[in-house]
């Protein structure tokens, strides 16, 4: 292996479902308000799949895209990973189901959930596998449809969450680009404050689970919040401290689009201004572990990513989990 090889980002793409809900639409079901909804989350709509759509079509989308991006065929890519908390069954794995829809025949496949960090956790490891020479064009893909994991009664919950996918590839670049540091965590003795309690092994689905609506998304809202506010600033300057780079070189700062309050607070922990903190969680809600490519495919069409710069991301999750990548933009 060669010490001065990186895996660097060389193509992005997204696969994001046309129908959009909006908080006025949401008010016509539930006891909420656009006023509430978006002064609480920053939320303003959300996109949600149709029927008939699941996380393997967006996902697919969304690979294909940035294999085009990337100037390469899918006959090229030797591993395929896709964080997803919403496969589109038990088994097979996602993954795999998207190998074959965009022809990928040579290459591995597997699924990796870690919820909303899902992303930051499958680019550091993808990133290790390129590094080591194992692969050499690598899909990274994050999708989810949380849609059909909320309860829309639930007004707490049904609100914060939309559809999408996002995918990078990765391939060898030279130093000083590419992944540069990444720091994982997780802390599973907070697993009750957010999950989906029914269809699993511990509590499969039944008439009784159905009526309680446990096969939804369970949150203690105000426990997350505290928690994501401290460990989203935090992790992100430590992967900045493995990586050797001080706060005030990053020029642009990707977090996870769970709500604005959240970002604000990271980004003041870094002492970054909000004109380097992208941020479209307005039109796009909580996506899970879509939202981070997502975030990057945008940023990156907008021009606002230039050879050299150096990008954190950075997310939370259920689990609970965390991550961080520190990125020199190849």
Not at 189 to 205: F, K, M, S, Y
Request: charged residues 20%; negative net charge; hydrophobic residues 45%.
């Amino acid at each position: 292996m060669r010490n001065d090889l990186r895996a660097g980002i060389v193509g992005l793409g997204i696969g994001i479902p046309h129908s959009v809900v909006t908080n006025y639409d949401l008010e016509q079901c539930i006891d909420t308000s656009d006023e509430w909804i978006f002064t609480r989350t920053g939320i303003r709509e959300r996109r949600v799949a149709p029927h008939g759509i699941a996380t393997s079509d967006l996902a697919a989308q969304a690979a294909l895209q940035a294999l085009q991006n990337a100037g390469k065929t899918p006959e090229e890519v030797d591993l395929i990973v896709v964080a997803t908390a919403t496969p589109d069954m038990p088994w097979p794995s996602t993954a795999c189901l998207v190998q074959a829809k965009i022809g990928a025949s040579r290459a591995a496949a597997f699924d990796l959930n870690a919820v909303c960090s899902g992303f930051v956790y499958a680019l550091w490891m993808a990133a290790q596998a390129v590094e080591t020479g194992a692969y050499r064009c690598v899909l990274v893909i994050g999708a989810d449809i949380l849609s059909r994991q909320v309860n829309w009664e639930d007004r707490a919950t049904c609100v914060l969450f939309g559809d999408g996918a996002g995918a990078v590839v990765l391939a060898p670049v030279d130093e000083p680009y590419g992944v540069l540091a990444g720091v994982l965590g997780a802390d599973g003795t907070g697993a009750p404050l957010l999950n989906v309690p029914a269809g699993g092994t511990r509590e499969p689905l039944s008439p009784e689970a159905l009526a309680q609506k446990r096969h939804t998304i369970q949150m203690r809202g105000r426990e997350v919040f505290k928690f994501a506010v401290t460990i989203m600033g935090e992790v992100s300057l430590q992967a900045l401290e493995k990586a050797g780079i001080p706060s005030e070189e990053v020029a642009l700062f990707i977090p996870h689009q769970a709500n604005i309050r959240i970002i604000q607070a990271a980004a003041e922990r870094l002492n970054l201004p909000m004109e380097r903190v992208f941020v479209n969680v307005d039109r796009y809600g909580n996506t899970s572990a879509a939202s981070i490519p997502i975030a990057l495919y945008e940023a990156w069409a907008q021009g606002l990513l230039k050879r050299g710069n150096v990008v954190v991301v950075v997310g939370f999750g259920a689990g609970l989990t965390w991550g961080a990548c520190v990125v020199r933009w190849v």
